[in-house]
């Protein structure tokens, strides 16, 4: 009888943990998800010169976006669907100088990321909204980066960690959500983990 009593606390701990895992999972992604933007730029295949006009994609875009300040997400959104365009004329002008004859898709939407680092953060796994833009087949090795907070539009060369703090702080998210992407804490990393762990399930 007294077995059967600790394995029914010991199932209902279980069964505990699980859930506020999931809670605790939920609510860290819904933030992250709700504040953040990203910018996906897919290569249209792996070879070098496929992946050098990805990256001079990637560089006349921010060059073009940096002329902006963005105080909030939609208004990222918002000057990316009115500026739309231009960008697209960035991009076409981009291919054809390389010589290239590539079509491309530019879509504002909601999408899948994995488990991603950048600088000083670690994003989880899940679905963000972000700018993607495609570039031919789309097949290639896709570069990345958070657009809001304008993670993207500042120098990583010489940006001190303060700063990227200052930077992430700007996209409203709640403390406990910014500890879980930018702290080495032994306790968030393991958040961190359930949060990515329950995000593929």
Known sequence: ??????????????????FSSISYSSTISND?????????IIA????????NLKLQVRNNILN????F??????????????????????????IEENGFNYTYEYEITNSFYPL??????????GNYDGLQIKLGKAKGKNWWCILFPPMCLINSSTCTLEEEKN???????STESTKIIQSNQSSYKIKFKIVDFINNL
């Not at 059967?4 to 699980?18: A, C, D, E």
């Not at 073009?64 to 002329?67: D, G, H, K, M």
Request: charged content about 20%; aromatic content about 12%; hydrophobic content about 35%.
């Open 167 to 173: 930077t992430i702080s700007e996209s409203n998210l």
């Open 69 to 94: 300040s963005f105080k909030t997400k939609n208004e990222t959104i918002s000057h990316l669907q009115n500026s739309k365009s231009d960008i697209e004329e960035v991009i076409s002008k981009t």
């Open 32 to 40: 992250l998800e709700n504040n953040l933007f990203r910018l996906r």
């Open 64 to 67: 073009y976006l940096n002329q």
């Open 44 to 51: 249209n295949s792996n070879s070098e010169e496929d992946q």
């Open 1 to 18: 009888m007294k077995l059967k009593s600790l394995f029914l606390i010991f199932l209902l701990f279980i069964i505990y943990f699980i």
């Open 116 to 125: 991603k680092y950048y600088n000083s953060i670690t994003l989880p796994s």
